[in-house]
């Protein structure tokens, strides 16, 4: 095939949850299982891109051992090595599911059980993907990701902007056998200037190649 105009280019990847600590033995998480981040990152790295992989707390591992693989714990984490490697890549794929809230103070010893009622106060976590976009350079292409459970489209145009993207990935709760923990996934791409393209519910593995194939067309850089 045609040489891919991503080879040697420096991709950042998010990928993961991340968790975030209430004690040390208790964090607040989700249901990302990482498996988008890491099957994009295979699908980078064999198309000869420079790829770090920013993964959060996830069993799974890129297959291509030319994935750079950065693990890290809270969104924080993320947001740091983020912060020290986005200047220099040309392509950013945010697929991370970073927690929006994180606990105030995080207990040094473990939290005993008194009350019948307890409460956490929590903070909000930095947007990672959104800062991203704050200094997007017109060199940069950057994606994220979206979860939606209503209103799917009109929310979704409304953060392709607010963020800055160039790609938004849409999948939404309401579609069967996509999304967290399946191996398949229903998506709908929004891109600047109201374009709207839908694909069927299929393999992850083939839903990247669809965003590779997008951003291997649009990227020219
Ligand atoms: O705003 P919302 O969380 O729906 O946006 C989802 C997109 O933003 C995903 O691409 C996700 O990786 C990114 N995000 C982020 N940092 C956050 C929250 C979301 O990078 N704190």
Redesign the pocket.
């Known amino acids: 095939s045609i040489q891919s105009n991503l080879k040697g280019k420096k991709i950042l990847i ?1 990928g993961g949850p ?1 968790y975030e600590s209430i004690d040390p033995v208790r964090f607040i998480g989700n249901h990302s299982s990482g498996k988008t981040g890491v099957i994009l990152a295979d699908e980078c790295a064999n198309r000869g891109a420079a790829v770090t992989l920013v993964l959060g707390p996830s069993i799974h591992s890129p297959l291509n051992p030319a994935v750079n693989v950065i693990r890290v714990t809270t ?1 924080a984490d ?2 740091k090595v ?1 912060q020290a490697n986005w200047s220099d890549s040309s392509i950013g794929i ?7 809230y994180r606990p105030a103070n995080m207990a040094i010893e473990k939290i005993k059980k008194k009350s019948d009622e307890m409460s956490i106060d929590l903070v ?9 976009g704050t200094q997007k350079t017109s060199k940069q292409y950057l ?6 459970t209503n209103n799917e489209i009109e ?1 979704a145009r409304g ?1 392709l902007d ?2 800055n ?1 160039d790609l ?2 849409l999948n939404s709760l309401r579609d069967k056998n996509a999304g967290f923990g399946y191996d398949t996934n229903k998506v709908t791409f929004i891109k600047p200037n109201n374009i709207l393209i839908n694909f069927e519910l299929k393999q992850k593995s083939l839903m990247a190649k669809d965003i590779l194939n997008e951003i291997e067309t649009d990227f020219t850089a």
């Open positions: 998010t991340t969104a993320m947001f983020v945010f697929s991370a599911a970073v927690a929006d909000k976590n930095p947007d990672i993907l959104a800062w991203a994606v994220g990701f979206a979860l939606e929310n953060k607010r963020k993207l938004l990935v």
